[in-house]
């Protein structure tokens, strides 16, 4: 609202909160019919940034950058290949409705992202370039973190849709540099530098 983005957009941005909650709860919903317990400890959530450093439109470009057009467009990519893997009816058309959702949540940024990128100063896109970086190396570190590779998948865990860690992997650095960076270049970032400033080594990528 302080960036006085228009309000098409913050239609969607409610709606894309509500879709996270339900998300939360089809998710339990599964692991119920699975036989098991769904319940989680949680230290506490971390905050949304508030960016206290940066005026209102750049703020919320630094969040809509890390979250719709780098998280949810890689968690588009890593739900798609686990909906295609899904055995049972029920799980494949959960992850066939939070895929959707997800699908929606990306486009919402990238599309807010294209309507304000003309509208940018300079300087203020290099800032944004400088943060694209900051967001790349939390976006890897967050992924790899949940993409454990050596870790035996069990053929219970495949028949439901889950990955092999190395393949997600694959997966995930696939979609950052043949669709992320790409478009985001073509939208006047500097996201093939970043990218090269954020990307771990190799081994690091496979161990």
Do not use: K
């Not at 089809?26 to 905050?47: F, M, S, T, W």
């Not at 890689?74 to 959960?94: F, H, K, N, S, W």
């Not at 807010?112 to 300079?122: G, K, V």
């Amino acid at each position: 609202i302080a960036a006085n983005v228009p309000n098409d957009f913050l239609t969607r941005l409610a709606r894309a909160a509500n879709d996270e909650l339900r998300h939360g709860r089809q998710c339990a919903a599964v692991v119920h019919a699975l036989g098991g317990d769904p319940y989680a400890e949680v230290d506490g959530l971390q905050p949304v940034p508030t960016h206290s450093d940066a005026p209102p439109v750049e703020a919320l470009l630094r969040n809509v950058l890390s979250i719709s057009c780098l998280s949810e467009t890689v968690a588009v990519a890593l739900i798609g290949a686990e909906r295609l893997r899904a055995g049972p009816p029920g799980v494949a058309q959960t992850l066939s409705e939070i895929l959707a959702d997800e699908v929606q949540h990306a486009r919402m940024g990238w599309s807010l992202i294209e309507r304000l990128t003309p509208t940018l100063a300079p300087d203020l896109i290099a800032r944004l370039n400088a943060y694209l970086i900051v967001a790349l190396r939390h976006l890897v570190a967050h992924e790899l973190a949940h993409l454990p590779v050596g870790e035996a998948v069990s053929d219970a865990a495949v028949s439901v849709g889950v990955c092999d860690g190395g393949e997600g992997r694959t997966l995930f650095f696939d979609t950052v540099q043949t669709i992320i960076v790409p478009r985001l270049d073509a939208l006047g970032f500097a996201a093939t530098q970043a990218w090269r400033s954020a990307a771990p080594r190799r081994d690091v990528c496979a161990a």
